[in-house]
């Protein structure tokens, strides 16, 4: 069955920096695309960024600039790599397959 497992989240002062990493298993992991998502406390869950099978990605306005998604094939893995954070980036992050299948979260807290 299909599973992601993220890890990498933490506490950051603002203009910190943290890479999270999401491991896949249980299907072909080159054959999708990935994405992440968060959620704010009292927020609904919104798009961070995504990256298709072919490396091609996109990102939310609000992230653009300061976040970069990557993915290792080899390794089944794919990563946030969060820089110049803000506040307002605190919430729960989650690794996303097909927004059918998601990961269990990695929480992320910024602090000013």
């Known amino acids: 069955h299909v599973q992601l497992v993220e890890s990498g989240g933490g506490s950051a002062q603002a203009g910190g920096s943290l890479r999270l990493s999401c491991v896949a298993s249980?299907?072909?992991?080159?054959?999708?695309?990935m994405g992440w998502f968060r959620q704010a406390p009292g927020k609904e869950r919104e798009a961070v960024a995504r990256i298709d099978i072919d490396g091609g990605s996109s990102y939310a306005d609000s992230v653009k600039g300061r976040f970069t998604i990557s993915r290792d094939n080899a390794k089944n893995t794919a990563y946030l790599q969060m820089n110049r954070l803000k506040p307002e980036d605190t919430g729960v992050y989650y690794c996303?397959?097909?927004?059918?299948?998601w990961g269990q979260g990695t929480q992320v807290t910024v602090s000013s």
């Open positions: 249980g299907y072909t992991y080159s054959s999708h695309c």
């Open positions: 996303v397959r097909g927004m059918a299948y």
